[in-house]
């Protein structure tokens, strides 16, 4: 029989966040109801309150989570009741043409649950990147979740699921950083740290952390970063190159996605050098380059998009590095919260006072 839960609803654009009561169905095909311990406050739930990325309203916010199997529909066979899960928010089709190549984290069709969740008039919810866990159980399709070690805590566990997933894939997989490669991170927020520990973590021989806010820098050293760089008042293309023997870094990561940035981390590389870009840019940004730049400095210009992840593959690895001491975790946890702080929690994002928030269920 259906479930009314306690949930974190949008309900339309700019206007708070409400907890109210919402209604989720059992698990039908393909579909597993997850009892949720605990999810991170990201900046993607802000921008899907502010309406910048659809207008699908109501949106049940919340995807960053951990949680619990509570019960399985018909056709799931490698999760059952009692399974502990982190939640993705891509779940690879297999048959799509990325899919059939080879390139499941490219994936075109990527599963999400097929019955709505609703407010108590029958409303359906729209259910932020086919997740919604800022609620007490979701509904999700069987391959968003992902089995992982139950030793992990739920607060660090969940983050995995996006935030730390995209920086930490972003230098690992996008970047292909290798070991006594250069590297340098725009923007020290919860993606941006995360890209400097998977740096750390692949053998990046220098890891140059840039940011406006000495607090961030500060605390990017606790991930790996080995200097540091306030472009608030230095010029960060000149002091990257005068921190790498004045070629630039082998990777530039901007975690930022703003113009400028990206401009910046353009002219950060060495000859040949990759930048990645992970943070996410307005829909109306423009970028302007000279094209013989573009020409002869070489090198590549890549989009991380959910740090070209498997979950499958990878959510458990990146568990297993956080249980060995290898990946902290708990570092990015800045405090713990209740379901009705959520609001207030979007303006410490705002303030940059706090890497995550995480609601505890």
């Given at each position: 029989?259906?479930?009314?839960?306690?949930?974190?609803?949008?309900?339309?654009?700019?206007?708070?966040?409400?907890?109210?009561?919402?209604?989720?169905?059992?698990?039908?095909?393909?579909?597993?109801?997850?009892?949720?311990?605990?999810?991170?406050?990201?900046?993607?739930?802000?921008?899907?309150?502010?309406?910048?990325?659809?207008?699908?309203?109501?949106?049940?916010?919340?995807?960053?989570?951990?949680?619990?199997?509570?019960?399985?529909?018909?056709?799931v066979a490698d999760l059952?009741?009692?399974?502990?899960?982190?939640?993705?928010?891509?779940?690879?089709?297999?048959?799509?043409?990325?899919?059939?190549?080879?390139?499941?984290?490219?994936?075109?069709?990527?599963?999400?649950?097929?019955?709505?969740?609703?407010?108590?008039?029958?409303?359906?919810?729209?259910?932020?990147?086919?997740?919604?866990?800022?609620?007490?159980?979701?509904?999700?399709?069987?391959?968003?979740?992902?089995?992982?070690?139950?030793?992990?805590?739920?607060?660090?566990a969940g983050l995995i699921?996006?935030?730390?997933?995209?920086?930490?894939?972003?230098?690992?997989?996008?970047?292909?950083?290798?070991?006594?490669?250069?590297?340098?991170?725009?923007?020290?927020?919860?993606?941006?740290?995360?890209?400097?520990?998977?740096?750390?973590?692949?053998?990046?021989?220098?890891?140059?952390?840039?940011?406006?806010?000495?607090?961030?820098?500060?605390?990017?050293?606790?991930?790996?970063?080995?200097?540091?760089?306030?472009?608030?008042?230095?010029?960060?293309?000149?002091?990257?190159?005068?921190?790498?023997?004045?070629?630039?870094?082998?990777?530039?990561?901007?975690?930022?996605?703003?113009?400028?940035?990206?401009?910046?981390?353009?002219?950060?590389?060495?000859?040949?050098?990759?930048?990645?870009?992970?943070?996410?840019?307005?829909?109306?940004?423009?970028?302007?380059?000279?094209?013989?730049?573009?020409?002869?400095?070489?090198?590549?210009?890549?989009?991380?998009?959910?740090?070209?992840?498997?979950?499958?593959?990878?959510?458990?690895?990146?568990?297993?590095?956080?249980?060995?001491?290898?990946?902290?975790?708990?570092?990015?946890?800045?405090?713990?919260?209740?379901?009705?702080?959520?609001?207030?929690?979007?303006?410490?994002?705002?303030?940059?006072?706090?890497?995550?928030?995480?609601?505890?269920?």
């Open positions: 029989m259906p479930h009314e839960v306690r949930a974190v609803v949008a309900a339309k654009r700019g206007a708070p966040v409400e907890v109210q009561t919402i209604v989720v169905p059992d698990p039908g095909p393909g579909e597993v109801l997850v009892a949720v311990q605990a999810c991170g406050v990201c900046h993607t739930d802000l921008h899907y309150r502010e309406g910048a990325i659809g207008e699908d309203f109501p949106y049940l916010l919340g995807h960053e989570a951990a949680g619990v199997v509570e019960a399985v529909g018909a056709g059952a009741p009692g399974d502990y899960v982190v939640l993705a928010w891509r779940a690879p089709c297999g048959s799509c043409r990325s899919c059939r190549r080879g390139r499941p984290w490219y994936c075109f069709d990527s599963r999400n649950a097929t019955q709505s969740m609703t407010l108590l008039d029958g409303t359906a919810l729209t259910a932020a990147l086919g997740i919604g866990a800022f609620a007490e159980k979701t509904l999700v399709a069987a391959g968003q979740a992902v089995k992982v070690d139950p030793s992990a805590r739920p607060e660090a699921g996006c935030g730390v997933m995209a920086g930490y894939g972003a230098a690992v997989h996008t970047g292909a950083v290798g070991s006594g490669d250069t590297v340098a991170v725009i923007g020290c927020g919860g993606v941006g740290n995360a890209a400097i520990a998977g740096a750390s973590i692949a053998g990046a021989r220098r890891i140059i952390a840039v940011d406006i806010d000495d607090r961030k820098l500060d605390g990017a050293t606790r991930f790996g970063a080995t200097h540091t760089v306030n472009s608030r008042g230095t010029d960060p293309i000149e002091a990257v190159r005068g921190l790498t023997g004045g070629h630039g870094a082998d990777v530039v990561i901007d975690a930022v996605g703003r113009p400028e940035t990206y401009r910046q981390g353009f002219f950060m590389r060495d000859l040949a050098g990759t930048l990645v870009q992970v943070g996410v840019p307005d829909p109306d940004m423009r970028i302007e380059l000279p094209l013989i730049e573009l020409f002869s400095r070489g090198g590549a210009l890549k989009s991380s998009w959910y740090g070209d992840c498997l979950p499958s593959r990878d959510f458990p690895v990146l568990i297993d590095r956080y249980l060995s001491g290898r990946l902290d975790l708990d570092g990015f946890v800045t405090e713990t919260i209740a379901l009705d702080e959520v609001e207030a929690a979007f303006d410490k994002m705002r303030d940059g006072t706090v890497l995550r928030s995480v609601v505890v269920l």
